[in-house]
């Protein structure tokens, strides 16, 4: 297959999609291949980093690749992979007022629920720290190393 790198992983299972299937119908399909061999995936989406329309698992992702225009169709692999954890501050109360959120939480809240969807499990903990007079919360973030990688950018561009 296309596969261009296998991180950790093995190859859980493999097929070639028609390329009668359009771009935007790419993301359904895979959905549907993952759960016909018992892997849901969450959305679909494309990512430049993997070169290929991807959905997450829990410890297994499903990626699909455009072949070239001959034998055409797409490649598509599911495959495993080890799990990151790690965590992340998120400041969420306002300057010198503890009661009264941060400006820009509830557009982080949305975004890590985004996150979520594309499979990252956010877990808020119980440790607190005080930034620059604000008050922030540690939150625990499990899932494949790009999604968090994306997170930690979205969050540093946040600050």
């Known amino acids: ?7 950790d992983g093995a190859i859980l299972a493999e097929t070639v999609l028609p390329s009668t299937i359009y771009q935007d119908e790419i993301g359904q399909k895979l959905q549907e291949y993952a759960a ?20 997450f698992g829990t410890d297994y992702y499903v990626i ?8 055409g169709g797409w490649a ?17 109360s306002a300057k010198d007022d503890f009661n009264k959120p941060a400006p ?10 985004e996150y979520k969807k594309d499979g990252l499990v956010i877990v808020p903990t ?4 005080d930034v620059y007079g604000s ?11 790009v999604l968090i990688d ?6 540093e561009n946040m600050r």
Do not use: C, W
């Open 135 to 145: 008050r922030a919360q540690y939150y625990q973030v499990t899932g494949h190393p």
């Open 150 to 155: 994306a997170l930690e950018e979205f969050l």
């Open 36 to 55: 016909s061999q018992n892997y849901p995936v969450g959305r679909v989406k494309y990512s430049k980093v993997m070169d290929g329309y991807v959905g």
């Open 104 to 113: 820009a939480l509830k557009f982080i809240v949305q975004m890590m629920e």
């Open 126 to 129: 119980e440790d607190y720290e």
């Open 64 to 71: 699909a690749e455009k072949m070239p225009p001959i034998p």
């Open 1 to 7: 297959m296309l596969v261009k790198e296998i991180e």
């Open 76 to 92: 598509v692999s599911i495959l495993s992979f080890s799990p990151k954890t790690t965590r992340f501050l998120v400041i969420i």
